[in-house]
């Protein structure tokens, strides 16, 4: 009798770690509900793992230039080459130029800035280093090219010393 109950005891301990290990590794989700007419509504679903990560590139991003040639831009994410070596750079959604806000995915399509040419980015770089490998994220707040300056838009401003 003792041992079924250490194996009972210890079988609702397992699923009880397990249930809350999941619990936990979920992200925190709410939804945004947005008209889009005849009375339909389109359910957005956001995740809140993103501005966990947005805070810890303010609380631990250390601001670095970095200039290279676009080679594509896809899915908010501009890919420079440098160097010979891809590098990957996160973009927010949104950008001012001119006065106008524009976003990601027409700001590469030739006007102001195209594929191929050149540009300076301002970045937040985020990098974590283990024992034989390093990470390195970058996200651009502010694009360099043709003498020109684009902010991005953002719900703050970041300044550098």
Do not use: H
């Not at 937040?124 to 300056?149: D, H, M, P």
């Amino acid at each position: 009798m003792e041992k079924k109950t250490k194996v009972a005891a210890l079988t609702v301990v397992v699923v009880f770690s397990v249930v809350a290990a999941l619990y936990l590794s979920l992200p925190a989700v709410y939804a945004e509900v947005v008209p889009t007419g005849d009375g339909q509504y389109t359910i957005n679903l956001r995740y809140q793992r993103r501005a966990m990560l947005g805070l810890r590139f303010l609380r631990n991003g250390v601001p670095e230039t970095i200039t290279g040639r676009v080679t594509t831009v896809g899915a908010r994410i501009i890919v420079l080459e440098i160097d010979g070596k891809q590098v990957n750079v996160i973009l927010p959604p949104k950008w001012v130029v001119d006065g106008e806000i524009i976003r990601t995915s027409d700001l590469f399509d030739g006007e102001p800035l195209s594929i191929g040419q050149t540009v300076s980015l301002q970045t937040l770089k985020l990098e974590l280093v283990r024992e034989r490998i390093t990470v390195k994220a970058y996200v651009a707040y502010e694009i360099q090219a043709n003498g020109e300056t684009i902010k991005s838009l953002l719900p703050f401003n970041i300044e550098t010393q």
